[in-house]
């Protein structure tokens, strides 16, 4: 039988291969890298039944790391990767349910995108890319080159998956930055123009004194009457607390769409990354000078707020359940402001 000719279909990383048994030519997606010092080829046959439409639609199946067989044949994916550490008991023995939780979240990020894709392709230039996207948030970034870098590891030496560098290493963190800044006044003002969520998170987390995730987590259950049942993150510990009258007037009249305060549906939460998406879009509203505010700054302002009220250390900890140091450093903002005023009556 004479070999017909070769299809004239070209595509990068498209490949044809003569079939002499059946007598047809097949095509393959094909591509190549070095590893360890050897090359290395991964093809997956493409079942074109001789339909160029078909095989345009496989093509980029396989281009996207989405055809059937790559789903199979791949055995280093971050879901593996991040499965088998959440599984290990070695590791999860050692942490406290305050730094899981951290770690979840964050690993629920990585999850989102690259579930599925290959470890071994993850690129330091990607990585970088990465973390300068989440610039406006320097913690979250520096978070996240961490949990690369504590997979990545985990990986390399205690499953012995055939890794390579680490592709964090060498990126620059952005460091410790500076306390939040609590919100000045006009900015609280402003929030009246807010959308609907972001307003009732700042109304969460300004009266709970709770950090932003735990204070936008609130079920409509946790509200009984003068009291609420507040959660430190940090301790991974619930406390009962008073509820202010303007607290327990917005649980009064906020819609119910679902078990949670911030509903993203009958049962689930609104997540911390899209409120905080949200809340970004509503700053820069703003302008320039509200760039450097966060929800976090809140909770700050809460601290002020009940130290020139007059609340004791004491008592301010009973709301927040922060530290002794953190009360005082809050707390010498508000005394400054306090005692300035006094200071400029007197000029009078």
Same mark, same amino acid.
């Given at each position: 039988?004479?070999?017909?000719?070769?299809?004239?279909?070209?595509?990068?990383?498209?490949?044809?291969?003569?079939?002499?048994?059946?007598?047809?030519?097949?095509?393959? $997606?094909? /591509?190549?890298?070095?590893?360890?010092?050897?090359?290395?080829?991964?093809?997956?046959?493409?079942?074109?039944?001789?339909?160029?439409?078909?095989?345009?639609?496989?093509?980029?199946?396989?281009?996207?790391?989405? $055809? @059937?067989? @790559?789903?199979?044949?791949?055995?280093?994916?971050?879901?593996?990767?991040?499965?088998?550490?959440?599984?290990?008991?070695?590791? @999860?023995?050692?942490?406290?349910?305050?730094?899981? +939780?951290?770690?979840?979240?964050?690993?629920?990020?990585?999850?989102?995108?690259?579930?599925? +894709?290959?470890?071994?392709?993850? &690129? *330091?230039?990607? /990585?970088?890319?990465? $973390?300068?996207?989440?610039?406006?948030?320097?913690?979250?970034?520096?978070?996240?080159? @961490?949990?690369?870098?504590?997979?990545?590891?985990?990986?390399?030496?205690?499953?012995?998956?055939?890794?390579?560098?680490?592709?964090?290493?060498? /990126?620059?963190?952005?460091?410790?930055?500076?306390?939040?800044?609590?919100?000045?006044?006009?900015?609280?003002?402003?929030?009246?123009?807010?959308?609907?969520? /972001?307003?009732? #998170? #700042?109304?969460?987390?300004?009266?709970?004194?709770?950090?932003?995730?735990?204070?936008?987590?609130?079920?409509?259950?946790?509200?009984?009457?003068?009291?609420? &049942?507040?959660?430190?993150?940090?301790?991974?510990?619930?406390?009962?607390?008073?509820?202010?009258?303007?607290?327990?007037?917005?649980?009064?009249?906020?819609?119910?769409?679902?078990?949670?305060?911030? #509903?993203?549906?009958?049962?689930?939460?609104?997540?911390?990354?899209?409120?905080?998406?949200?809340?970004?879009?509503?700053?820069?509203?703003?302008?320039?000078?509200?760039? *450097?505010?966060?929800?976090?700054?809140?909770?700050?302002? #809460?601290?002020?707020?009940?130290?020139?009220?007059?609340?004791?250390?004491?008592?301010?900890?009973?709301?927040?359940?922060?530290?002794?140091?953190?009360?005082?450093?809050?707390?010498?903002?508000? &005394?400054? *402001?306090?005692? &300035?005023?006094?200071?400029?009556?007197?000029?009078?």
């Amino acid at each position: 039988m004479k070999k017909p000719p070769k299809p004239r279909i070209t595509k990068p990383n498209l490949a044809w291969k003569w079939n002499g048994r059946r007598g047809i030519w097949d095509p393959y $997606h094909r /591509v190549t890298w070095t590893e360890g010092g050897k090359r290395r080829e991964r093809a997956v046959k493409l079942d074109w039944q001789g339909d160029a439409e078909r095989l345009d639609v496989l093509y980029w199946e396989c281009a996207a790391g989405k $055809h @059937q067989r @790559q789903k199979v044949q791949a055995q280093y994916t971050w879901r593996a990767l991040i499965e088998a550490w959440r599984k290990d008991p070695r590791i @999860q023995g050692k942490l406290s349910d305050g730094t899981k +939780k951290t770690y979840r979240r964050d690993m629920e990020g990585i999850l989102e995108k690259n579930a599925d +894709k290959d470890v071994r392709r993850t &690129s *330091k230039a990607a /990585v970088r890319a990465a $973390h300068a996207k989440l610039a406006d948030t320097p913690r979250k970034a520096d978070r996240y080159l @961490q949990t690369i870098s504590l997979l990545w590891n985990y990986g390399a030496n205690k499953l012995d998956w055939p890794l390579g560098d680490n592709p964090t290493k060498g /990126v620059d963190h952005y460091g410790k930055q500076r306390e939040y800044e609590p919100w000045p006044q006009w900015m609280v003002d402003k929030l009246d123009e807010a959308p609907e969520d /972001v307003r009732a #998170a #700042a109304t969460l987390i300004l009266n709970t004194g709770q950090r932003p995730n735990a204070a936008i987590s609130m079920r409509f259950s946790d509200f009984d009457g003068e009291w609420m &049942s507040v959660l430190d993150e940090k301790n991974d510990e619930r406390m009962e607390v008073y509820c202010p009258q303007e607290l327990r007037n917005f649980i009064a009249v906020a819609p119910r769409k679902g078990a949670y305060v911030l #509903a993203k549906n009958l049962t689930q939460p609104r997540g911390y990354w899209a409120l905080s998406k949200a809340f970004r879009e509503w700053r820069a509203s703003l302008g320039p000078k509200a760039e *450097k505010y966060v929800l976090h700054g809140l909770r700050k302002l #809460a601290i002020i707020r009940l130290a020139e009220a007059g609340c004791s250390d004491a008592e301010i900890q009973a709301v927040t359940n922060q530290s002794a140091e953190m009360v005082a450093y809050y707390r010498a903002r508000a &005394s400054r *402001k306090a005692l &300035s005023r006094s200071a400029q009556l007197r000029r009078k």
